[in-house]
């Protein structure tokens, strides 16, 4: 068996041997080498698994037969016993792994795909895991149906941690959206979820040992610990940790309407609606607050079995603090100079719960102190500069800064962010080692779990690249082109990041006829960074039910159109100045879309002056003309129902070349 694979590899080889990127698979792999012909996928496919007893293993390659059959419309695929020679596919796993993965694992493989067979290959379940989802991404339909082209790959991550933030808190996320992003982000070989499970406005886990947490903190929005297990499970099953965090000791207004007695000023307090930093923090300085924590992390720490337990740590304003006299008195007594010193203290005490209950801490950029244990890791929200001094300093460090998805920038930014960042900081071999990797973060101020698919994905599948590829991968025209494969295979996954933009489309036009509201649709995006809070008050109760809340957050269209022949241009052009007409109508039924009215004038109004601009022997603009139309693109650059037309900069542009050439 396995001579006739090294005999067939090695004929493949001298015909040809060529270092490519790979047709479509994201994250690329680290080495990959083509090969000619390809294995055919049909209704013999099948699957022989030799795996040291490892059952997780083939349950794997059930899944992923189940994964292929969907993609393919083959639905006879199985998987025979170890050691039958009929098989298409051979999944080697050398050693057995355990059910819970760390957070050191070798996820390393190689894949050998002939004419004739292919051979999985890996030390550990995890690289399995990894392996198979190269092999899934590999299927292409050409020629004569469907078929994996011959190559070899070699591949391993770059970075052990490649995570992603779920805020399951400033809005409630049922567990079928943590199940369909955790199969999204095993798409694309993600191993960490870090679920934000407590906040000022929801604590989201049931505690049996204090219930009021999860029964006054909810709104009865609460995942059940049998709930809690069944997705830490689900996550094990694809190679995917869990990483808790409950964000101590501010952002805990919700767990202080059930318990005020945590609080550093008295109550009543109540879960809080609004988007912000606010004052509410635990007291430090009481020994009940410790007693209390001990209890509950000692339930938490069994019930989540990674070895991190992420304690926030964020944006404590010490207001509290600063206005309790007690609070002074105790800092003065423990020669706590300021409230950072003091929420030192408080950090010290929890790590010593932490370690108590076997677990290690993980917290973000504010919880870094010189006083505190090596093997803490510090998430950094503030930037490479900071992770890069943690570094140096000998803290191991994951970067969130510039993976801010909430923030609405476009995958290529992303792309671009690496948590090495050798313009920034040069960091020795050594202390490169202590940046473990990066998490991108979906915070949930202005998701539901109808539109938070359409935030993560496909973005995130950029960033889990840029966390598992080689650093010198980097062109972002490739990278866009596999981004739109991995997109279509997300949704295959589960994901509704395509299906709910067609939906939420329809549901605002009031019928399927969405071809003009998807025009404009198509070339805007929402406002980024923290400009949405900006334009009006909005609170956890108000509906994200808008335009702005069913567009995505990068226009491919818009983006494309920058890019493509006057001819082309033209064409849409054209279709985009007549399309005021066509959806005013639409509009003026429907109140939510209302507020778009002059966005989709604004569409039309420049598509006229792109048209004029591409006119063949067109006379000169008078200056006053020049000037006008200066402000009809002036008007449309400003943000309308908080989206941006994204078509603005491309005309603005070609105005200006036109200036710049015969005017
Ligand atoms: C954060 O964005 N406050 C972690």
Same mark, same amino acid.
């Given at each position: 068996?396995?001579?006739?694979?090294?005999?067939?590899?090695?004929?493949?080889?001298?015909?040809?041997?060529?270092?490519?990127? &790979?047709?479509?698979?994201?994250?690329?792999?680290?080495?990959?080498?083509?090969?000619?012909?390809?294995?055919?996928?049909?209704?013999?496919?099948?699957?022989?698994?030799?795996?040291?007893?490892?059952?997780?293993?083939?349950?794997?390659?059930?899944?992923?037969?189940?994964?292929?059959?969907?993609?393919?419309?083959?639905?006879?695929?199985?998987?025979?016993?170890?050691?039958?020679?009929?098989?298409?596919?051979?999944?080697?796993?050398?050693?057995?792994?355990?059910?819970?993965?760390?957070?050191?694992?070798?996820?390393?493989?190689?894949?050998?795909?002939?004419?004739?067979?292919?051979?999985?290959?890996?030390?550990?379940?995890?690289?399995?895991?990894?392996? !198979?989802?190269?092999?899934?991404?590999?299927?292409?339909?050409?020629?004569?149906?469907?078929?994996?082209?011959?190559?070899?790959?070699?591949?391993?991550? +770059?970075?052990?941690?490649?995570?992603?933030?779920?805020?399951?808190?400033?809005?409630?996320?049922?567990?079928?959206?943590?199940?369909?992003?955790? /199969?999204?982000?095993?798409?694309?070989?993600?191993?960490?979820?870090?679920?934000? *499970? %407590?906040?000022?406005?929801?604590?989201?886990?049931?505690?049996?040992?204090?219930?009021?947490?999860?029964?006054?903190?909810? /709104?009865?929005?609460?995942? %059940?610990?049998?709930?809690?297990?069944?997705?830490?499970?689900?996550?094990?099953?694809?190679?995917?940790?869990?990483? =808790?965090?409950? /964000? $101590? =000791?501010?952002?805990?207004?919700?767990?202080?309407?059930?318990?005020?007695?945590?609080?550093?000023?008295?109550?009543?307090?109540?879960?809080? +609606?609004?988007?912000?930093?606010?004052?509410?923090?635990?007291?430090?300085?009481?020994?009940?607050?410790?007693?209390?924590?001990?209890?509950?992390?000692?339930?938490?720490?069994?019930?989540?079995?990674?070895?991190?337990?992420?304690?926030?740590?964020?944006?404590?304003?010490?207001?509290?603090?600063?206005?309790?006299?007690?609070?002074?008195?105790? +800092?003065?007594?423990?020669?706590?100079?300021?409230?950072?010193?003091?929420?030192?203290?408080?950090?010290?005490? *929890?790590?010593?719960?932490?370690?108590?209950?076997?677990?290690?801490?993980?917290?973000? /950029?504010?919880?870094?102190?010189?006083?505190?244990?090596?093997?803490?890791?510090?998430?950094?929200?503030?930037?490479?500069? %900071?992770?890069?001094? @943690?570094?140096?300093? @000998?803290?191991?460090?994951?970067?969130?800064?510039?993976?801010?998805?909430?923030?609405?920038?476009?995958?290529?930014?992303?792309?671009?962010?690496?948590?090495?960042?050798?313009?920034?900081?040069?960091?020795?071999?050594?202390?490169?080692?202590?940046?473990?990797?990066?998490?991108?973060?979906?915070?949930?101020?202005?998701?539901?779990?109808?539109?938070?698919?359409?935030?993560?994905?496909? +973005?995130?599948? &950029?960033?889990?690249?840029?966390?598992?590829?080689?650093?010198?991968?980097?062109?972002?025209?490739? $990278?866009?082109?596999?981004?739109?494969?991995?997109?279509?295979?997300?949704?295959?996954?589960?994901?509704?990041?395509?299906?709910?933009?067609?939906?939420?489309?329809?549901?605002?036009?009031?019928?399927?006829?969405?071809?003009?509201?998807?025009?404009?649709?198509?070339?805007?995006?929402?406002?980024?960074?923290?400009?949405?809070?900006?334009?009006?008050?909005?609170?956890?109760?108000?509906?994200?039910?808008?335009?702005?809340? &069913?567009?995505?957050?990068?226009?491919?269209?818009?983006?494309?159109?920058?890019?493509?022949?006057?001819?082309?241009?033209?064409?849409?052009?054209?279709?985009?100045?007549?399309?005021?007409?066509?959806? !005013?109508?639409?509009?003026?039924?429907?109140?939510?879309?209302?507020?778009?009215?002059?966005?989709?004038?604004? *569409? %039309?109004?420049?598509?006229?002056?792109?048209?004029?601009?591409?006119?063949?022997?067109?006379?000169?603009?008078?200056?006053?003309?020049?000037?006008?139309?200066?402000?009809?693109?002036?008007?449309?650059?400003?943000?309308?129902?908080?989206?941006?037309?994204?078509?603005?900069?491309?005309?603005?542009?070609?105005?200006?070349?036109?200036?710049?050439?015969?005017?």
């Amino acid at each position: 068996m396995l001579k006739r694979r090294t005999a067939f590899v090695t004929f493949a080889i001298v015909l040809v041997s060529a270092l490519v990127n &790979a047709q479509s698979v994201m994250p690329v792999p680290a080495q990959i080498t083509k090969l000619s012909g390809s294995l055919v996928i049909d209704s013999s496919f099948a699957v022989s698994v030799s795996a040291g007893g490892d059952k997780n293993v083939s349950s794997a390659v059930q899944r992923f037969l189940q994964r292929l059959a969907k993609l393919t419309g083959i639905f006879s695929m199985k998987q025979t016993l170890s050691g039958e020679t009929l098989s298409t596919l051979n999944v080697v796993c050398k050693e057995k792994s355990r059910a819970i993965p760390s957070a050191a694992e070798d996820e390393s493989y190689t894949l050998e795909v002939g004419t004739r067979m292919a051979v999985l290959n890996a030390q550990t379940r995890f690289g399995v895991l990894r392996g !198979l989802e190269t092999f899934l991404q590999l299927v292409e339909l050409g020629g004569n149906g469907f078929h994996v082209p011959c190559m070899t790959i070699q591949d391993q991550p +770059r970075f052990a941690w490649r995570g992603l933030l779920i805020d399951a808190c400033r809005h409630w996320m049922p567990v079928e959206v943590i199940k369909r992003n955790l /199969d999204g982000m095993a798409m694309v070989k993600m191993n960490v979820l870090h679920w934000h *499970l %407590s906040e000022d406005q929801g604590f989201r886990v049931e505690s049996k040992k204090f219930p009021k947490l999860h029964e006054l903190g909810s /709104d009865g929005n609460y995942y %059940s610990q049998e709930q809690i297990k069944d997705v830490v499970a689900y996550a094990a099953e694809r190679g995917i940790r869990v990483v =808790p965090e409950f /964000d $101590m =000791p501010g952002h805990t207004t919700s767990w202080f309407v059930g318990h005020p007695e945590l609080a550093s000023a008295p109550g009543p307090y109540e879960i809080e +609606r609004k988007w912000g930093v606010f004052d509410p923090a635990m007291d430090p300085t009481k020994e009940t607050t410790y007693r209390f924590l001990d209890t509950f992390i000692g339930e938490m720490a069994k019930l989540f079995p990674d070895e991190y337990f992420h304690i926030g740590g964020d944006e404590v304003n010490g207001k509290q603090w600063s206005a309790s006299a007690e609070i002074i008195l105790f +800092r003065g007594k423990n020669n706590l100079i300021d409230n950072h010193a003091l929420q030192a203290y408080f950090n010290r005490r *929890l790590l010593a719960i932490l370690k108590k209950h076997g677990k290690k801490m993980i917290g973000w /950029d504010e919880i870094f102190h010189s006083d505190l244990p090596k093997d803490i890791v510090v998430q950094s929200w503030r930037g490479q500069k %900071s992770l890069a001094e @943690g570094a140096k300093q @000998g803290f191991q460090g994951i970067l969130s800064h510039g993976y801010y998805l909430d923030h609405i920038k476009s995958a290529a930014f992303h792309y671009a962010v690496d948590p090495i960042d050798t313009t920034i900081a040069n960091l020795s071999e050594g202390e490169q080692k202590k940046i473990l990797g990066g998490e991108a973060c979906m915070w949930a101020e202005y998701v539901s779990l109808e539109n938070i698919d359409s935030r993560i994905w496909p +973005r995130t599948a &950029a960033i889990a690249e840029r966390l598992w590829s080689l650093s010198a991968t980097m062109n972002v025209d490739d $990278m866009y082109r596999r981004l739109e494969v991995a997109s279509r295979q997300l949704e295959l996954v589960g994901l509704t990041h395509r299906s709910s933009y067609t939906q939420m489309l329809e549901r605002l036009a009031g019928s399927n006829s969405i071809e003009p509201l998807k025009a404009l649709a198509d070339v805007v995006e929402p406002v980024k960074n923290y400009e949405r809070g900006r334009t009006r008050q909005y609170t956890q109760l108000t509906p994200l039910n808008r335009l702005v809340d &069913a567009v995505r957050p990068e226009s491919d269209a818009a983006r494309e159109f920058a890019a493509m022949s006057d001819d082309n241009k033209r064409e849409l052009l054209r279709l985009w100045a007549g399309n005021h007409a066509l959806l !005013l109508p639409i509009i003026r039924q429907s109140p939510l879309l209302q507020e778009i009215e002059p966005l989709s004038k604004n *569409l %039309s109004d420049v598509a006229e002056i792109g048209l004029r601009l591409l006119q063949k022997n067109r006379q000169p603009f008078s200056e006053q003309e020049k000037s006008r139309l200066k402000d009809v693109l002036d008007k449309a650059a400003t943000s309308v129902g908080a989206l941006q037309l994204m078509v603005v900069p491309t005309i603005k542009r070609m105005f200006e070349a036109a200036q710049k050439g015969r005017e």
